[in-house]
């Protein structure tokens, strides 16, 4: 996971400055284990280490915590570690359970004990699907044909993805109130646990800013996260000493900046939590604010929702949601909060010499709303 070269400036600069250490994540630990548990179900044999392939393409190797074996099915599992991130599921034992299915069924997730299943809409999966992200599934997917291909395998398999004490954590977690039922998410864009830790993460958020001073650069972006890294990079070609990692933390980009100015401030993030710093929240971490969906219906009325529609949005069960129901009736939501999330930036800034625009992005990472230049 090192790198050859030292950064120079965003997110990989940020994240060595706080001298925290990363961990991996619940994706990360349940594609580990399917790789051993289908490895075992072809060959006999549990790889211990085993070796995967992140999206990025670090290649991290797990140790293996449980190995088992019958006459149709594997079980492996890994215990997660979250690095120095104050994780509610670090230490959690991620098994995965793989069982041969016939030719043509493909990869068909199932969610054992400890896994929750989504029982309302607004979330990137639809009801009734056990909670493994888009992302996570990707990546299972992916190993599962390697396997496949290395050792004869079909890829035809039916994993079984299963937390110890998963129901009991998820207890601490958004999941009950957002309609994840009956345990954790399987969670994870990069496979990579980003510590967070207040301190330091906004003394990096300085640096970074400094850092692109320094580099002369007079346009930088204050990104949420890895993949509104990547939207604001397709977006305006920055290079990566003008990206900072700001993660939940707007005030601190925002006050910064409004010391230490550049030309233009680009923030981008996704929908739900710039709707967050729309309604004026400067920490955006779930922990210390969370999306107001009557603020967002009176941001579609502003935009020519009806009341029926308004009163919709504002029941939504999460931000996603809401901006569903906009988008179906041609209402620009997304526009709107990117355009308020802008002007609470410019608030903070305090006439600063700074032009700020705002884009917001779904869990793809697709542009769902944008605001102009001010």
Not at 157 to 165: A, C, F, G, K, P
Not at 305 to 324: C, F, H, W
């Amino acid at each position: 996971m090192t790198s050859t070269s030292e950064p120079k400036g965003g997110r990989g600069a940020q994240l060595k400055h706080t001298g925290l250490r990363p961990g991996w994540t619940t994706g990360a630990c349940a594609t580990a284990a399917t790789t051993a548990a289908y490895t075992a179900l072809l060959t006999g044999d549990f790889p211990d280490p085993v070796t995967i392939t992140l999206p990025k393409g670090q290649t991290p190797s797990f140790a293996l915590a449980v190995e088992s074996r019958d006459a149709g099915s594997a079980t492996a599992g890994v215990v997660k570690d979250a690095g120095d991130d104050p994780d509610v599921t670090h230490g959690a034992l991620v098994r995965s359970t793989v069982r041969a299915l016939p030719p043509g069924s493909g990869v068909v997730f199932r969610a054992g004990p400890g896994v929750g299943t989504v029982t309302r809409p607004g979330l990137p999966l639809p009801v009734g699907e056990p909670a493994i992200n888009p992302v996570p599934r990707e990546m299972i997917r992916a190993h599962v044909a390697r396997v496949a291909a290395a050792h004869g395998g079909s890829g035809d398999v039916e994993v079984t993805l299963s937390i110890d004490h998963g129901e009991e954590i998820a207890r601490s977690t958004w999941n009950p109130r957002l309609g994840i039922l009956g345990g954790l998410s399987v969670l994870g864009t990069t496979g990579i646990v980003v510590p967070y830790s207040c301190s330091a993460w906004i003394d990096s958020i300085r640096r970074g800013v400094d850092v692109a001073r320094a580099a002369g650069r007079t346009h930088v972006a204050g990104c949420t996260g890895s993949t509104s890294e990547k939207t604001v990079v397709r977006e305006h070609a920055l290079p990566e000493d003008a990206l900072l990692d700001m993660g939940d933390f707007a005030g601190a980009v925002l006050k910064y900046i409004r010391r230490h100015p550049v030309d233009r401030l680009t923030l981008c993030g996704g929908f739900a939590k710039l709707s967050k710093l729309a309604a004026g929240h400067l920490d955006l971490h779930s922990g210390r604010s969370q999306v107001d969906k009557t603020f967002l219906a009176e941001l579609a009325r502003r935009g020519g929702a009806s009341r029926e529609l308004a009163a919709e949005v504002a029941a939504a069960n999460t931000g996603l949601a809401a901006l569903q129901l906009c988008t179906a009736a041609g209402v620009p939501l997304g526009d709107l909060v990117a355009e308020e999330a802008r002007d609470q930036a410019l608030l903070v800034l305090r006439g600063a010499p700074v032009a700020v625009d705002v884009i917001c992005i779904d869990r793809a990472g697709d542009v769902v709303g944008r605001s102009g230049i001010r």
